[in-house]
């Protein structure tokens, strides 16, 4: 246990909800979203994501989907359950 475990708790873990394999991976340490993930979150963030299913990309609040992706509704919308 750390000096700031206490404050910080547990930083091996995310505790966001997000699920490896169906919404990120992890590639060189870093969390890299899934084109589902993106789709299902509904705009674009502007950090260039790999798997960016925006046009164009990294344009912050962009909600317009390249050609050949659908929309998919959110889980909440009774999307993806698991």
Do not use: W
């Not at 091996?12 to 997000?18: A, I, P, T």
């Amino acid at each position: 246990m750390g000096y700031f475990d206490d404050i910080f708790g547990d930083s091996d873990s995310f505790s966001d909800g997000l699920k490896e394999g169906l919404d990120f991976t992890m590639e060189k340490g870093y969390r890299v979203m899934t084109e589902s993930y993106l789709v299902r979150r509904g705009y674009c963030c502007s950090n260039g994501c790999t798997h960016c299913p925006y046009h164009p990309r990294a344009r912050k609040g962009n909600t317009v989907l390249r050609k050949g992706i659908k929309a998919s509704p959110s889980p909440s919308q009774g999307g993806d359950k698991e």
